[in-house]
C-alpha cells in the first residue's frame, strides 16, 4: 500500500512561483512512474509532468514546458513540482500519484496504470 501526501499549495499572483512536495510512504519500485496531474472545476484531469522513479526519464505537458519542473528526492521518498512562471491558468487543485504499470508509453494520462492518488493541494494563481 502506497501513501501520499502533498503540501505547498497557495494563493500567488501571475509570475510567482510554488514548490509542490508529495511525501510517500509504502513499496515504490524503481520501475513505477509517479506523477504530478491537476485538475481544475469543471475540467478533466490533467497529467502535467511525470518521472520514473528509478531516474533517468521525466515528460512535461507542452502547457507548463519551461516553467514547471518535476524532481524526485529517492532517498525522501519525495516528489517534487517547481512552478515558475505561473498562470492564471494553472489554478487547479494539483495531485500526486503513483503508477503500478511497468509498461507505461504515455506516463501523463491518467489512466496509465496509476493506481495511488494524494488527497491533493490547492493552486490558485490570481491575475
Known amino acids: 500500500q502506497v501513501q501520499l501526501v502533498e503540501s505547498g499549495g497557495g494563493s500567488v499572483q501571475a509570475?510567482?512561483?510554488l514548490r509542490l512536495s508529495c511525501a510517500a510512504s509504502g513499496y515504490i519500485s524503481s520501475l513505477y512512474w509517479m506523477g504530478w496531474f491537476r485538475q481544475a472545476p469543471g475540467k478533466e484531469r490533467e497529467g502535467v509532468a511525470a518521472v520514473r522513479t528509478g531516474g533517468g526519464s521525466?515528460?512535461?505537458?507542452?502547457s507548463v514546458k519551461g516553467r514547471f519542473t518535476i524532481s524526485q528526492d529517492n532517498a525522501k521518498k519525495t516528489l517534487y513540482l517547481q512552478m515558475n512562471s505561473l498562470k492564471p491558468e494553472d489554478t487547479a487543485m494539483y495531485y500526486c500519484a503513483v503508477s503500478t504499470s511497468t509498461g507505461v508509453t504515455s506516463p501523463l494520462l491518467a489512466n496509465a496504470g496509476y493506481r495511488y492518488w494524494g488527497q491533493g493541494t490547492q493552486v490558485t494563481v490570481s491575475s
Open 15 to 17: 509570475g510567482g512561483s
Open 58 to 62: 521525466t515528460y512535461h505537458a507542452d
